[in-house]
């Protein structure tokens, strides 16, 4: 096993591979931007090392400087997270150049899977069902238009490195096309650092369904079953659960072995995940591999009692797995809501800004995996995902009961964060029957949020109305109370809730 | 203790009577009555009880407002003292027609779209920042004309901060 671990990653997942490294007795290594010198992961880390200016592009997306510093550290392995460099293939070589282990698939399995044209050649020659697309990227504005309307509309575009949503539009009708190629073009570019992107037919209201696979250096592939994943804003996926609402044994089979062969054909070692669309009639269509640890990993492990996260350091260390399929049984279900610093009452719209209070939620069978804390600062640079809360329970109701109970004691404030939709989801009738698919929040999700009850309004106001007493500043504490007949002066009050809160 | 609070674009003025201090306070919004007890186990931390109901409320202070956070649900409340006009009631005095543009959030600026004397439609786009990966285009919210561009590719704003002026016609 290695000794030392570096984590090419920031935030929530940086912290998550600590943990693990931790568990295991190695040590962790954290890089961070100059925008993370306060960051937790930082705080958490063992060792850490600046790597560059904030934006991405200049630090955690560097290559040459995370592989220097692997180096002068000492690291034997590399862990890169999800996002950032997780799924680019010339690190993974970059690392096998300098013998440090990519703890990850091969940069040649990457770049299979990766070049998701190539990843979807790949799959049709092995009997497994795409979507209708493309095969090659994209040339110009000019192909785009063409491919689009022979294929019609509605159709995706999609980034070439692809992954998070990031780079993905939907385009309805045609003269929304070029805004939208100029859109994923650059947002591909600031996430991957590689603009090439490629279209496909977009799937109305399918559900997303995903199946983890393990596998070792030694031919071993395993499925852990799956995670259901439809509710999604902007093509990313905000709710997971496991098992799907929908999923039936003979099903689950089929799935398993449709990902098993996927793993299998691109020589893949690590924890990975096959993306499959599902119809009404549930059939499913190969979507993408991801060649990493995904963000959702947690409910697979919450149903299956194994920490991924130590399955990848182990299979990295060339040794093979600890299971096999007929070890592998889901118990219970599980949930994660990805807590992020966005507004749910205008659009999803990013929210940063410096964290007030936060109170976590915990007791029994609550996870809350967090990369910010009270008074540090959610930065703009990055991506909004501040925590992920994960709940298991014994029945699919039982696990919607315990989550509904965490995000009431989960408080954040100062910043806006998707906890009110979260909450508003937990009792949504078509959630709670199971109904879903990747329109859902568009659907159901209401643009204005229902009018406050009174009391809570008013209790609100007297809380300011007593916060501004006591913050703002006396002119004079000795001042005659009442004394002309001006009433009683808030100075005075907020002298006497300073006599109650020292009595109580 | 009286003072007029906005929250959600409503104006209410609110009493607070401390009695002797010793018991809950006597609070009064409009025609409604309340009878709480308040703690204040840290700065900015009110655990409030009313008729037996815990209510634990989050209070915070950011650029003026109060930030008021309870259980899920947030709002944002300005205070002012009831001698003074309030900054609510300035506010809601929009100058005819000229329309600050300003940064929703802080980020970076990806690109403006418009220049100076430029004509705009309602809702057309003017610029358009990122923020946390994501690129959000802001609008005209008026048909005008672009009377000034305070902000430049590449520069990081603040929520808030001015980017565009524009004129309406």
Same mark, same amino acid.
Do not use: H, N
């Given at each position: 096993m290695f000794g030392k671990v570096l984590i090419a990653n920031r935030g929530e997942i940086a912290i998550r591979v600590m943990r693990a490294c931790r568990e295991l007795g190695i040590l962790a290594v954290a890089v961070y931007s100059q925008a993370d010198r306060n960051a937790l992961h930082v705080q958490m880390a063992d060792e850490a090392y600046l790597i560059g200016p904030p934006p991405a592009t200049e630090s955690y997306l560097v290559i040459d400087r995370i592989i220097d510093t692997a180096l002068a550290c000492g690291a034997d392995a590399i862990h890169p997270g999800y996002?950032?460099? $997780?799924?680019n293939a010339g690190f993974a070589r970059a690392c096998e150049e300098h013998d440090i282990t990519f703890i990850g698939p091969s940069s040649r399995a990457i770049a299979l899977m990766g070049d998701k044209t190539a990843a979807r050649r790949a799959m049709q020659g092995g009997g497994v069902p795409v979507v209708p697309g493309m095969d090659h990227f994209l040339e110009d504005d000019a192909e785009a238009l063409r491919i689009s309307s022979e294929m019609g509309y509605p159709i995706m575009v999609k980034s070439a490195l692809g992954g998070g949503g990031r780079g993905m539009r939907l385009v309805q009708q045609e003269r929304e096309l070029s805004e939208a190629l100029r859109a994923a073009r650059s947002e591909a570019r600031s996430a991957f650092g590689d603009p090439a992107i490629y279209l496909e037919k977009f799937v109305q209201n399918p559900r997303h369904v995903e199946v983890q696979v393990l596998a070792d250096a030694h031919g071993h592939v395993i499925h852990l079953g799956e995670r259901e994943c439809s509710i999604q804003r902007r093509h990313q996926k905000v709710v997971e659960e /496991?098992? /799907?609402?929908?999923? &039936?044994e003979e099903l689950r089979a089929r799935m398993g072995d449709a990902a098993v062969r996927a793993a299998q054909a691109a020589n893949y070692r690590n924890a990975g995940t096959v993306e499959f669309l599902l119809d009404d009639e549930r059939n499913f269509y190969f979507l993408e591999m991801n060649t990493r640890l995904q963000v959702e990993h947690p409910v697979t492990e919450m149903v299956t009692g194994i920490d991924l996260v130590q399955a990848q350091l182990h299979v990295a260390a060339g040794e093979p797995l600890r299971f096999r399929q007929e070890d592998i049984v889901l118990r219970g279900a599980a949930i994660e809501c990805r807590i992020y610093a966005e507004d749910p009452a205008h659009g999803f719209r990013p929210s940063p800004g410096r964290i007030m209070a936060l109170q976590s939620p915990a007791g029994p069978w609550v996870r809350d995996e967090r990369g910010v804390f009270a008074g540090g600062e959610v930065s703009p640079y990055y991506d909004p995902m501040i925590s992920k809360l994960v709940v298991w329970g014994a029945t699919r109701p039982d696990a919607i009961a315990r989550m509904r109970r965490a995000l009431d004691e989960y408080i954040i404030s100062g910043i806006k964060t998707t906890i009110p939709f979260h909450r508003w989801l937990m009792d949504d009738a078509d959630f709670l029957a199971g109904?879903?698919? &990747? /329109?859902f929040i568009e659907r159901r999700f209401p643009r204005q949020s229902p009018p406050r009850e009174t009391l809570l309004q008013d209790l609100a106001l007297l809380a300011a109305a007593l916060e501004h007493a006591r913050t703002t500043p006396q002119p004079s504490r000795a001042a005659p109370a009442d004394g002309d007949g001006r009433g009683v002066s808030p100075w005075k009050l907020a002298g006497r809730m300073d006599v109650m809160r020292r009595r109580g | 203790m009286r003072l007029q609070l906005t929250s959600e674009g409503v104006t209410h003025t609110i009493e607070i009577d401390e009695g002797d201090g010793k018991g809950p306070v006597r609070v009064t919004i409009a025609d409604r009555e309340y009878l709480v007890d308040v703690s204040t186990p840290v700065p900015g931390l009110y655990s409030l009880l009313h008729e037996g109901n815990v209510f634990t409320v989050y209070v915070s202070q950011r650029r003026g407002r109060y930030e008021v956070q309870l259980g899920s649900w947030s709002t944002s409340v300005e205070v002012a003292l009831p001698e003074r006009p309030g900054p609510a009631r300035k506010a809601a !005095? !929009? $100058?005819?027609?000229r329309q600050e543009i300003t940064a929703p959030m802080s980020g970076r600026v990806v690109q403006v779209l418009v220049q100076q004397g430029a004509s705009v439609q309602e809702g057309a786009a003017v610029l358009i920042l990122e923020a946390m990966k994501m690129e959000t285009e802001i609008r005209s919210p008026i048909v005008g004309q672009v009377k000034e561009v305070r902000t430049e590719a590449g520069m990081a704003v603040e929520t808030g901060q001015v980017l565009l002026v524009v004129e309406g016609n």
């Open positions: 996002g950032f460099l $997780a799924e /496991s098992p /799907s609402p929908i999923m &039936t109904r879903l698919d &990747t /329109s | !005095v !929009v $100058a005819a027609g």
